[in-house]
DNA sequence: ACAAAAGTGTTAGATTTACACCCATGA
DNA sequence: TCATGGGTGTAAATCTAACACTTTTGT
């Protein structure tokens, strides 16, 4: 039943790649990274960034190399979140894909973005992707929001300093639900894991706001494991 | 910077597997099913069940084939967890294994099994496994343990008829927590969405519990998406 | 002075936790 | 009658949700 192992070589016309959906925040909306594409018979279509994993390369090392030639950036969060392999996904051949994520600092990247048909689209307003991109892009963003809810993950979307509305406006677009304000400050410095950096927004049209750093050394004394049963 | 999708063919030499994560309850202990590993290389140590993809095999089929044919079920509760790529993880070249979690009503296989070297294992005194499958168990066994929380999938591991005594123990088992009797009843049957069967227990030593069933359809349509920021 | 967002507290309701006793059954 | 687990309730503490006014700044 089991296949050989020593069959492989003559099974197998396939590849392996990676596609990474890289999240920005800007403007109080999420937004994704995409290229246009290149192929013919996909014009005007858009694609999230991929490629080939080379043979003697780690699926990870693949998907931060695809990262760092098109952002510039290193040390990104970065999570692999599932992988498609429906035969007919791609024209060319059985390619299999494993999907990443990654959460970005938008602001570090605009300028240094390496090609032209490089552009960020919001969620809310994606352009048609091509093959399998956008159910891709669709499950990559249910764990973003699955995953922020349950870990720090979200301030790597954010600059160092933050005020509590960028906060809040940055899990209202990821979750896509409006939150209280006053709620969402108390439970936040409640949790008192967000430093007061006794600085304050410049330049804004109004009050400015303090600004907070995210304290990871203390979270990761204090997180527990067990949350409870709830659905 | 984008390997030329033409050029795949020339590139790889690799294959593509499915390794399963078999999960049953029996006993007030979370098993998984393992088999004696038939390479040489391996001896006395234990695999996860899987095999190669076959070239127009879609990656859920080729999962569900392993388990149908080590198991002989159908309609089983299964979910892909992460892939596996580490250029060295596998001794005979580069084969990349997508991981899949399932679980099954153990009761349901027991005499079914297809092979003498197939044993169910306590996830607390694991034998010692091949290549990297202690780590795909782990994040396969982590990924349970979220997953039981936030959705009423722990219901595939027990009976169709169980008490919440079994449903309890079936918690604790594999979140490894201990939790209060009556807090854990009050709040499944307050959730309202255990169907009381009017039946008993039989043939137990001690005062026969009811017996309950999950109402799946009921959960379907009063599931909620947001459930509030905590870590 | 006005516009815009910052900052701040309280209350009612819901949820969670901790905890102890009597009951039904089979051996 | 004993051992085993079934079944039940309450009080304190915590968390959540709803809700409005004053403050600071730039224009």
């Known amino acids: 039943m089991q296949t050989h192992l020593q069959e492989i070589k003559h099974?197998?016309?396939?590849?392996?790649?990676?596609?990474?959906?890289?999240?920005?925040?800007?403007?109080?909306?999420?937004?994704?990274?995409?290229?246009?594409s290149d192929?013919?018979?996909?014009k005007g279509k858009y694609s999230l960034l991929g490629d080939i994993v080379c043979p003697d390369e780690e699926l990870e090392d693949a998907a931060y190399r695809v990262l760092k030639a098109r952002t510039g950036l290193d040390h990104v969060f970065m999570e692999q979140v599932q992988t498609f392999g429906a035969v007919k996904r791609h024209p060319v051949g059985r390619v299999v894909t494993v999907a990443y994520y990654s959460l970005v600092n938008i602001a570090r990247i605009e300028r240094t973005l390496s090609d032209l048909r490089l552009n960020w689209y919001p969620i809310k307003a994606l352009p048609e992707l091509v093959f399998d991109h956008a159910q891709i892009l669709e499950m990559c963003h249910n764990r973003l929001k699955q995953q922020v809810q349950l870990q720090p993950i979200g301030f790597n979307l954010l600059p160092r300093k933050f005020s509590l509305r960028e906060l809040q406006h940055l899990y209202e677009a990821i979750l896509d639900v409006e939150l209280d304000r006053r709620n969402f400050r108390k439970k936040f410095l409640s949790m008192d894991l967000l430093m007061d950096l006794n600085e304050e927004e410049a330049d804004v049209p109004h009050r400015p706001a303090r600004l907070y750093k995210f304290d990871f050394d203390k979270y990761e004394q204090c997180k527990k494991p067990y949350l409870g049963i709830g659905f």
């Open 11 to 36: 099974h197998f016309k396939l590849a392996v790649s990676v596609d990474c959906v890289i999240f920005g925040f800007n403007h109080d909306e999420l937004k994704v990274l995409l290229i246009e």
């Open 39 to 42: 192929l013919k018979e996909c």
